[in-house]
Protein backbone atom coordinates (compact mmCIF):
# COMPACT_ATOMS: atom_id res chain seq x y z
CA UNK A 1 0.00 0.00 0.00
CA UNK A 2 1.23 3.40 -0.74
CA UNK A 3 0.08 6.67 1.42
CA UNK A 4 0.10 10.22 0.87
CA UNK A 5 0.60 12.93 3.30
CA UNK A 6 0.13 16.21 2.17
CA UNK A 7 2.84 17.29 4.58
CA UNK A 8 6.58 18.13 4.72
CA UNK A 9 8.41 15.39 6.82
CA UNK A 10 11.10 16.78 9.34
CA UNK A 11 12.40 15.60 12.87
CA UNK A 12 9.97 17.62 14.69
CA UNK A 13 6.19 19.01 13.78
CA UNK A 14 6.12 22.54 13.07
CA UNK A 15 4.22 25.10 11.66
CA UNK A 16 5.27 25.33 8.26
CA UNK A 17 8.23 25.01 5.58
CA UNK A 18 8.45 27.43 2.75
CA UNK A 19 9.56 26.10 -0.93
CA UNK A 20 10.84 28.12 -3.74
CA UNK A 21 9.76 27.27 -6.81
CA UNK A 22 12.39 27.08 -9.63
CA UNK A 23 10.94 27.53 -12.88
CA UNK A 24 14.26 27.10 -15.10
CA UNK A 25 15.88 23.88 -16.61
CA UNK A 26 17.65 22.16 -13.66
CA UNK A 27 21.24 20.22 -13.41
CA UNK A 28 19.60 17.30 -13.69
CA UNK A 29 18.47 18.93 -17.57
CA UNK A 30 14.77 18.68 -16.33
CA UNK A 31 13.12 21.47 -17.68
CA UNK A 32 10.27 22.16 -15.06
CA UNK A 33 12.86 23.40 -12.75
CA UNK A 34 12.32 21.69 -9.25
CA UNK A 35 11.15 22.68 -5.57
CA UNK A 36 13.95 23.21 -2.79
CA UNK A 37 14.51 24.62 0.31
CA UNK A 38 17.07 27.26 -0.58
CA UNK A 39 16.86 30.41 -2.21
CA UNK A 40 18.94 30.57 -4.86
CA UNK A 41 20.20 26.90 -5.32
CA UNK A 42 19.46 26.43 -8.60
CA UNK A 43 19.93 29.41 -10.11
CA UNK A 44 17.10 32.72 -9.96
CA UNK A 45 13.78 31.94 -8.06
CA UNK A 46 10.60 33.44 -9.06
CA UNK A 47 9.87 36.01 -6.81
CA UNK A 48 6.09 35.30 -6.36
CA UNK A 49 7.45 31.36 -7.12
CA UNK A 50 7.30 30.25 -3.22
CA UNK A 51 4.57 28.20 -1.08
CA UNK A 52 4.50 27.39 2.86
CA UNK A 53 3.43 23.65 3.61
CA UNK A 54 2.92 21.90 6.93
CA UNK A 55 5.81 20.15 8.56
CA UNK A 56 5.35 16.60 10.90
CA UNK A 57 7.23 13.90 11.74
CA UNK A 58 6.76 10.42 10.11
CA UNK A 59 6.18 8.81 13.32
CA UNK A 60 3.29 11.15 13.92
CA UNK A 61 1.71 10.54 10.24
CA UNK A 62 2.40 6.93 11.09
CA UNK A 63 0.77 6.78 14.26
CA UNK A 64 -2.95 5.65 13.26
CA UNK A 65 -1.53 2.50 11.50
CA UNK A 66 -0.42 -0.99 12.96
CA UNK A 67 2.42 -0.39 14.55
CA UNK A 68 3.47 -4.16 14.47
CA UNK A 69 3.82 -4.50 10.77
CA UNK A 70 6.87 -4.22 8.43
CA UNK A 71 7.50 -1.25 6.57
CA UNK A 72 9.43 -2.83 3.36
CA UNK A 73 10.35 0.18 1.41
CA UNK A 74 10.77 3.54 2.07
CA UNK A 75 11.78 6.08 -0.75
CA UNK A 76 12.91 9.67 -0.19
CA UNK A 77 13.63 12.40 -2.25
CA UNK A 78 13.33 15.23 0.52
CA UNK A 79 16.00 17.95 -1.00
CA UNK A 80 18.53 17.70 1.45
CA UNK A 81 16.45 17.07 4.65
CA UNK A 82 16.78 13.61 4.12
CA UNK A 83 18.25 13.53 8.05
CA UNK A 84 15.83 15.57 9.52
CA UNK A 85 13.09 13.38 7.83
CA UNK A 86 14.93 10.01 9.03
CA UNK A 87 15.37 11.13 12.75
CA UNK A 88 11.82 12.16 12.67
CA UNK A 89 10.99 8.70 11.94
CA UNK A 90 13.13 6.77 14.38
CA UNK A 91 10.35 5.08 16.05
CA UNK A 92 9.54 3.36 13.09
CA UNK A 93 12.82 2.85 11.95
CA UNK A 94 13.18 -1.15 14.11
CA UNK A 95 10.28 -2.31 11.15
CA UNK A 96 11.95 -1.01 8.34
CA UNK A 97 13.92 -2.94 5.66
CA UNK A 98 15.13 -0.35 2.92
CA UNK A 99 15.28 3.27 2.66
CA UNK A 100 16.16 4.15 -0.52
CA UNK A 101 17.48 8.14 -0.37
CA UNK A 102 18.99 10.86 -2.24
CA UNK A 103 22.54 12.41 -1.31
CA UNK A 104 23.18 15.48 -3.07
CA UNK A 105 25.33 18.56 -1.98
CA UNK A 106 21.59 20.43 -0.43
CA UNK A 107 22.34 17.79 2.36
CA UNK A 108 25.43 20.50 3.48
CA UNK A 109 23.22 23.04 3.09
CA UNK A 110 20.82 21.92 5.24
CA UNK A 111 24.15 21.39 7.75
CA UNK A 112 24.82 17.88 7.38
CA UNK A 113 27.51 15.92 5.92
CA UNK A 114 27.14 12.04 4.26
CA UNK A 115 29.26 10.44 6.96
CA UNK A 116 26.89 11.69 9.92
CA UNK A 117 23.74 10.45 8.31
CA UNK A 118 25.52 7.08 7.50
CA UNK A 119 26.84 7.04 10.89
CA UNK A 120 23.08 7.28 12.64
CA UNK A 121 21.31 4.75 10.14
CA UNK A 122 24.52 2.32 11.37
CA UNK A 123 23.35 2.93 15.17
CA UNK A 124 20.34 2.37 13.83
CA UNK A 125 20.96 -0.93 12.92
CA UNK A 126 21.40 -0.12 8.97
CA UNK A 127 24.15 -0.64 6.18
CA UNK A 128 24.33 1.87 4.01
CA UNK A 129 25.53 1.73 0.22
CA UNK A 130 25.74 4.31 -2.29
CA UNK A 131 24.28 2.94 -5.40
CA UNK A 132 26.26 3.23 -8.75
CA UNK A 133 26.85 1.94 -11.85
CA UNK A 134 29.08 -0.71 -11.42
CA UNK A 135 26.89 -2.06 -8.20
CA UNK A 136 26.79 -0.85 -4.65
CA UNK A 137 29.64 0.42 -2.67
CA UNK A 138 29.28 0.42 1.06
CA UNK A 139 29.72 3.66 3.17
CA UNK A 140 29.31 1.74 6.48
CA UNK A 141 32.74 0.75 7.81
CA UNK A 142 34.53 1.84 4.93
CA UNK A 143 33.82 5.30 4.54
CA UNK A 144 36.32 7.50 3.11
CA UNK A 145 35.56 11.50 3.38
CA UNK A 146 35.94 12.03 -0.21
CA UNK A 147 32.51 10.59 -0.39
CA UNK A 148 31.13 14.41 1.42
CA UNK A 149 33.41 16.28 -1.42
CA UNK A 150 32.31 14.55 -4.54
CA UNK A 151 28.38 14.62 -4.16
CA UNK A 152 26.44 15.94 -6.64
CA UNK A 153 23.74 13.56 -6.51
CA UNK A 154 23.52 10.63 -5.49
CA UNK A 155 21.34 7.45 -4.39
CA UNK A 156 21.92 5.43 -1.37
CA UNK A 157 20.66 2.42 -0.04
CA UNK A 158 19.86 1.97 4.20
CA UNK A 159 19.43 -2.19 4.46
CA UNK A 160 18.01 -3.41 7.83
CA UNK A 161 21.26 -4.93 9.22
CA UNK A 162 20.70 -9.35 9.47
CA UNK A 163 17.65 -8.71 7.00
CA UNK A 164 17.73 -12.37 4.50
CA UNK A 165 15.93 -10.05 1.27
CA UNK A 166 18.70 -7.19 2.36
CA UNK A 167 21.50 -10.16 2.45
CA UNK A 168 20.51 -11.64 -0.68
CA UNK A 169 20.11 -8.08 -2.90
CA UNK A 170 23.39 -6.80 -1.21
CA UNK A 171 25.21 -10.05 -2.33
CA UNK A 172 24.21 -9.90 -5.89
CA UNK A 173 24.79 -6.16 -6.19
CA UNK A 174 28.05 -4.76 -4.28
CA UNK A 175 30.91 -3.50 -6.44
CA UNK A 176 32.81 -6.56 -7.23
CA UNK A 177 29.95 -9.07 -6.90
CA UNK A 178 29.27 -10.88 -9.91
CA UNK A 179 26.37 -9.91 -11.21
CA UNK A 180 23.43 -12.30 -11.76
Known amino acids: KVYIFE ?17 NENFAGNPHGGLHRFPGAYGEDDDEGYFDVAVDTIDS ?15 MDVEGHEFSALRGMAQNLWRTTFI ?19 DWLDE ?3 DVYRVGRPGMIKLTDRYHEIYDDFLFWSNCLAVRRGCAAGIELVSKCEFGANFR
Open 61 to 75: MLSGFDQTQEISFVK
Open 100 to 118: YFECSSLLKDAGHSVRELV
Open 7 to 23: LAASSSPGESVRFYCNR
Open 124 to 126: QGF
